[in-house]
């Protein structure tokens, strides 16, 4: 019931989201048409904002946006003029979806097993390296460690290309580029659940039932520990799925990452709100998902 | 600590399995079975492909690749040659052309390309509704202008007509020299009238796409890359080299760079795609081509705000620039400063010289305009967008009037749009601009500055100039016509001063000519694919490209 609810509320909140996009990429100054070149004629540029209804009040566009959005049209871009933004999600986000899925595998294959060990070892040398390496990886940039990586893999030992999108070797260095930065937090998070669950009082118990420390460790302590990785990993995996303008650009990835940043620029205001909506509804959804995955791993978590 | 191996052995599954996904979601993208037998860098990504609305310059090389006009350019010097057109009459007066369509000529569908199909796209590109931002290149055209700007409704009142399915007469206002070159250019491109009436604005999806040019468009997918391929059916089809042409978008100088090192990519073209840091190394190379390009950078004063109504300020300013220290420092290209507007070894014209350095001339004028020494000299601000280099200028600009003038200058970035709506609206002291040439004539510089014209931006009224710049375009004789616009042009540069000339462009690219031949440095940056060749043994350099060089100019 609680996440039928929940699911229903969506509806009303990516409305209202919606609206507000709408209503604020209309408010900055400058607009789609506005170009180096002066339109010739004023009369090629009023049907040009005729055209996209521009010339019409605020509520008037809204309404026709709404008809659009329940046949699930996004509208014209009114920048790529041959496209819509249909067009361009379903070219982008696959690309961006799989990106962003290697990069979060990443994150998580790196950082869960980096936070784990340094917990377990906490105080010795392999907690310190550790806790250091993690430290590196969410410090530096992926404005830096993109070309770093380039420049190493891809230029001096040619293991990878340098850029563009294509064959499984192009997701290399963009996933590392993505994840990295990623599962320096990760590690962090998961070293800080590991360590509340060790000083735990079933922990006591299960030690002092005479349990080896493998079954302590992996089958008890995990479980809690891993807890706020999960609850981060919701916003995380929205935020990656939606494509990095950083990445994209650095390493000329046709994601949508890209055009959330660019169709601001360009007040390209159809595409903006469609990438918004998008962003927010992933972001709804993940959420959702990660409470459900809360109740499976933590029995004593149960909503009314 | 010791792990039990059955937990060992499921944590190895669970990174098996990891990896397994990993391998089949990269899997998923692989989309391009060959690569292309030529790659080239292009620039930003299409806005569109369609040759009526398109404006940037990246979008047209490829536009006029898939749309060849009734001209077309020549690949060494980018005047205009026969395209679908194999010859044309020209009145008299000069103001009557009748092109003769190749009975060759068919589109990549198969059907006849005929006068019709240019009478409805010239009339497509001036209609209001299409939204076509060169419409303006067809106001030489009788009855044009007043179509596009609404003073008339009937299409049938422009001047351009099927005398027959070959034949096609189009009257102009003025004898118009450089008229065969706007032929060539990608708004005057036939396109397929059943397509577009079809399809609407996704008419470039369409499959079969039927075009006149080179190539037929395979696949357009955005920002990832165009792919072309040789059209069989091509009027000159013996005549086109590559079969299959990749173009990818990049906005990125340094990735530019790094596809093309490590030879992802064969040609980088754009000028904006080579990063300015490595310039002094790129420059060494025998790849690394630079040329005069028919471009202009310059600032604008807005005469509507003192203290820029008058005239000794708006001169001493310009006179306290030293343009030298830009190029040499700053854009470090090789461009050269510019005291005039028109760049150099444009066709049918040579400028006048306009203002130089010199800044005690500077500084007796600017007393003389009441503000020795800089005092009482209002706030006044230079705009920009937000550009490294229009930043790096801007600095420099405010250091040398305050230097030599005592003039206090406030820097402003802006973000592009909002750059570009203050400048249309007269909401600036001064303003950054820079100019790129529509056609091969001095004409696409000077009459952006006539009283009407909306590139004006300066409130410069001057009804001589007005006159002048009309005077001129009238006239057939040539030199008659050179010495009138030489006149305008004094009065833009040295008389008036509404705009100050700093340096002209150069054309930046990166190609090996000992592996590909057919392309040359021309004023335009243009660079029919058709005639780009790749060999796969390197060239002997000179002689080799030479006698190419000369047999593409036969044709």
Same mark, same amino acid.
């Given at each position: 019931?609680?996440?039928?609810? =929940?699911?229903?509320?969506?509806?009303?909140?990516?409305?209202?989201?919606?609206?507000?996009?709408?209503?604020?990429?209309?408010?900055?100054?400058?607009?789609?048409?506005?170009?180096?070149?002066?339109?010739?004629?004023?009369?090629?540029?009023?049907?040009?904002?005729?055209?996209?209804?521009?010339?019409?009040?605020?509520?008037?566009?809204?309404?026709?946006?709404?008809?659009?959005?329940?046949?699930?049209?996004? @509208?014209?871009?009114?920048?790529?003029?041959?496209?819509?933004?249909?067009?361009?999600?379903?070219?982008?986000?696959?690309?961006?979806?799989?990106?962003?899925?290697?990069?979060?595998?990443?994150?998580?294959?790196?950082?869960?097993?980096?936070?784990?060990?340094?917990?377990?070892?906490?105080?010795?040398?392999?907690?310190?390296?550790?806790?250091?390496?993690?430290?590196?990886?969410?410090?530096?940039?992926?404005?830096?460690?993109?070309?770093? $990586?380039?420049?190493?893999?891809?230029?001096?030992?040619?293991?990878?290309?340098?850029?563009?999108?294509?064959?499984?070797?192009?997701?290399?260095?963009?996933?590392?580029?993505?994840?990295?930065? %990623?599962?320096?937090?990760?590690?962090?998070?998961? =070293?800080?659940?590991?360590?509340?669950?060790?000083?735990?009082?079933?922990?006591?118990?299960?030690?002092?039932?005479?349990?080896?420390?493998?079954?302590?460790?992996?089958?008890?302590?995990?479980?809690?520990?891993?807890?706020?990785?999960?609850?981060?990993?919701?916003?995380?995996?929205?935020?990656?799925?939606? @494509?990095?303008?950083?990445?994209?650009?650095?390493?000329?990835?046709?994601?949508?990452?890209?055009?959330?940043?660019?169709? $601001? %620029?360009?007040?390209?205001?159809?595409?903006?709100?469609?990438?918004?909506?998008?962003?927010?509804?992933?972001?709804?959804?993940?959420?959702?998902?990660?409470?459900?995955?809360?109740?499976?791993?933590?029995?004593?978590?149960?909503?009314? | 600590?010791?792990?039990?191996?059955?937990?060992?052995?499921?944590?190895?599954?669970?990174?098996?399995?990891?990896?397994?996904?990993?391998?089949?979601?990269?899997?998923?993208?692989?989309?391009?079975?060959?690569?292309?037998?030529?790659?080239?860098?292009?620039? +930003?990504?299409?806005?569109s492909l369609d040759p009526a609305i398109i404006t940037g310059q990246a979008d047209g090389r490829i536009a006029l690749t898939l749309f060849e006009g009734l001209t077309r350019y020549n690949p060494t010097d980018a005047t205009p040659l026969p395209g679908l057109a194999e010859r044309w009459d020209i009145s008299p007066d000069g103001r009557t052309y009748t092109f003769y369509i190749r009975t060759k000529a068919v589109w990549s569908t198969g059907e006849?390309?005929?006068?019709?199909?240019?009478?409805?796209?010239?009339?497509?590109?001036?209609?209001?509704?299409?939204?076509?931002? &060169?419409?303006?290149?067809?106001? &030489?055209?009788? !009855?044009?202008?007043?179509?596009?700007?609404?003073?008339?409704?009937?299409?049938?009142?422009? !001047?351009?007509?099927?005398?027959?399915?070959?034949?096609?007469?189009?009257?102009?206002?003025?004898?118009?020299?450089?008229?065969?070159?706007?032929?060539? *250019?990608?708004?005057?491109?036939?396109?397929?009238?059943?397509?577009?009436?079809?399809?609407?604005?996704?008419?470039?999806?369409?499959?079969?796409? +039927?075009?006149? !040019?080179?190539?037929?468009?395979?696949?357009?997918?955005?920002?990832?890359?165009?792919?072309?391929?040789?059209?069989?059916?091509?009027?000159?089809?013996?005549?086109?080299?590559?079969?299959?042409?990749?173009?990818?978008?990049?906005?990125?100088?340094?990735?530019?760079?790094?596809?093309?090192?490590?030879?992802?990519?064969?040609?980088?073209?754009?000028?904006?795609?080579?990063?300015?840091?490595?310039?002094?190394?790129?420059?060494?190379?025998?790849?690394?081509?630079?040329?005069?390009?028919? !471009?202009? &950078?310059?600032?604008?004063?807005?005469?509507?705000?003192?203290? *820029?109504?008058?005239?000794?300020?708006?001169?001493?300013?310009?006179?306290?620039?030293?343009?030298?220290?830009?190029?040499?420092?700053?854009?470090?290209?090789?461009?050269?400063?510019?005291?005039?507007?028109?760049?150099?070894?444009?066709?049918?014209?040579?400028?006048?010289?306009?203002?130089?350095?010199?800044?005690?001339?500077?500084?007796?004028?600017?007393?003389e305009a009441g503000y020795e020494g800089g005092k009482g000299f209002p706030r006044v601000d230079y705009m920009f967008n937000s550009v490294k280099t229009h930043e790096k200028i801007a600095v420099e600009l405010q250091e040398m009037w305050a230097r030599e003038l005592g003039i206090q200058i406030e820097l402003r970035n802006l973000e592009w749009k909002v750059f570009l709506q203050a400048q249309s609206r007269l909401e600036f002291g001064l303003s950054?601009?820079?100019?790129?040439?529509?056609?091969?004539? +001095?004409?696409?510089?000077?009459?952006?500055?006539?009283?009407?014209?909306?590139?004006?931006?300066?409130?410069?009224?001057?009804?001589?100039?007005?006159?002048?710049?009309?005077?001129?375009?009238?006239? *057939?004789?040539?030199?008659?016509?050179?010495?009138?616009?030489?006149?305008?042009?004094?009065?833009?540069?040295?008389?008036?001063?509404?705009?100050?000339?700093?340096?002209?462009?150069?054309?930046?690219?990166?190609?090996?000519?000992?592996?590909?031949?057919?392309?040359?440095?021309?004023?335009?940056?243009?660079?029919?694919?058709?005639?780009?060749?790749?060999?796969?043994? +390197?060239?002997?350099?000179?002689?080799?490209?030479?006698?190419?060089?000369?047999?593409?100019?036969?044709?």
């Open positions: 019931m609680y996440f039928l609810r =929940r699911l229903l509320f969506l509806v009303p909140l990516a409305l209202i989201i919606s609206f507000l996009a709408f209503a604020f990429v209309r408010l900055m100054p400058g607009g789609p048409f506005d170009r180096e070149r002066a339109a010739p004629s004023p009369e090629v540029r009023k049907a040009m904002e005729a055209k996209y209804l521009l010339d019409k009040p605020l509520l008037v566009q809204y309404w026709h946006y709404l008809e659009g959005l329940l046949k699930g049209d996004l @509208g014209p871009s009114m920048k790529y003029r041959n496209h819509t933004v249909n067009d361009i999600v379903l070219q982008g986000l696959p690309i961006s979806l799989t990106l962003g899925l290697s990069a979060f595998l990443f994150a998580l294959g790196v950082g869960i097993p980096l936070g784990f060990f340094t917990a377990v070892y906490k105080g010795r040398w392999p907690d310190y390296t550790g806790s250091f390496v993690a430290l590196l990886f969410f410090c530096v940039p992926a404005l830096v460690i993109g070309p770093v $990586l380039i420049m190493f893999f891809a230029i001096k030992l040619g293991w990878f290309p340098v850029a563009l999108w294509g064959s499984p070797l192009h997701v290399i260095l963009p996933t590392v580029t993505l994840g990295i930065y %990623f599962s320096g937090r990760i590690a962090r998070l998961m =070293r800080e659940g590991m360590m509340t669950t060790l000083n735990a009082e079933f922990v006591t118990t299960a030690r002092a039932k005479g349990l080896n420390e493998t079954a302590v460790l992996l089958k008890h302590a995990f479980r809690l520990g891993v807890l706020p990785v999960v609850s981060y990993s919701g916003p995380l995996l929205a935020d990656l799925l939606t @494509g990095s303008f950083v990445v994209e650009s650095i390493f000329q990835i046709p994601g949508i990452g890209v055009f959330l940043v660019n169709s $601001l %620029f360009s007040r390209d205001h159809t595409m903006t709100v469609g990438l918004v909506l998008l962003y927010a509804v992933l972001l709804l959804v993940l959420n959702l998902i990660v409470d459900l995955v809360y109740t499976i791993i933590d029995p004593r978590i149960r909503y009314e | 600590m010791i792990f039990s191996r059955n937990a060992l052995w499921s944590s190895r599954r669970a990174f098996r399995f990891c990896l397994i996904l990993l391998v089949s979601l990269a899997a998923g993208c692989t989309r391009y079975a060959r690569r292309a037998d030529l790659v080239i860098v292009n620039g +930003p990504e299409p806005e006849p390309i005929t006068a019709h199909d240019f009478v409805y796209s010239w009339r497509r590109v001036l209609d209001p509704l299409t939204g076509a931002d &060169y419409a303006g290149q067809l106001y &030489y055209v009788k !009855g044009a202008e007043d179509y596009n700007t609404g003073k008339h409704k009937d299409p049938g009142q422009i !001047g351009v007509s099927a005398v027959n399915d070959k034949t096609l007469r189009v009257e102009l206002v003025d004898p118009t020299p450089f008229f065969l070159d706007l032929c060539a *250019f990608q708004t005057l491109a036939p396109v397929p009238r059943n397509v577009i009436e079809k399809h609407g604005d996704r008419w470039l999806m369409a499959k079969p796409l +039927p075009v006149t !040019g080179a190539y037929t468009l395979v696949s357009w997918r955005i920002n990832d890359r165009v792919r072309l391929q040789k059209n069989p059916l091509y009027w000159d089809a013996a005549n086109t080299h590559c079969e299959v042409v990749d173009l990818i978008p990049c906005t990125v100088a340094t990735t530019a760079l790094n596809l093309y090192e490590t030879g992802q990519a064969d040609i980088v073209w754009d000028k904006e795609l080579v990063p300015v840091e490595l310039l002094d190394k790129l420059q060494k190379r025998p790849d690394f081509h630079t040329y005069n390009y028919l !471009g202009s &950078y310059f600032y604008r004063y807005n005469l509507n705000r003192k203290p *820029f109504d008058d005239v000794r300020v708006r001169k001493a300013m310009a006179l306290a620039v030293d343009k030298k220290r830009l190029v040499e420092k700053i854009t470090r290209a090789g461009e050269q400063v510019a005291s005039h507007l028109v760049p150099p070894g444009v066709a049918n014209y040579k400028s006048p010289e306009g203002l130089g350095y010199d800044p005690d001339l500077a500084r007796k004028l600017l007393k950054r601009s820079s100019w790129i040439g529509d056609y091969n004539d +001095p004409n696409t510089f000077l009459d952006m500055f006539m009283s009407n014209n909306g590139n004006n931006r300066t409130g410069w009224k001057n009804q001589r100039y007005d006159e002048l710049i009309r005077q001129a375009n009238s006239k *057939f004789d040539p030199n008659e016509r050179e010495k009138t616009l030489q006149k305008a042009e004094i009065l833009l540069v040295r008389e008036e001063v509404p705009i100050v000339p700093l340096f002209f462009y150069v054309g930046q690219e990166l190609y090996d000519t000992a592996r590909f031949s057919g392309i040359y440095p021309n004023i335009r940056a243009e660079h029919p694919i058709r005639t780009i060749r790749v060999h796969k043994q +390197p060239l002997e350099q000179t002689s080799l490209t030479g006698k190419l060089a000369a047999n593409d100019h036969a044709r």
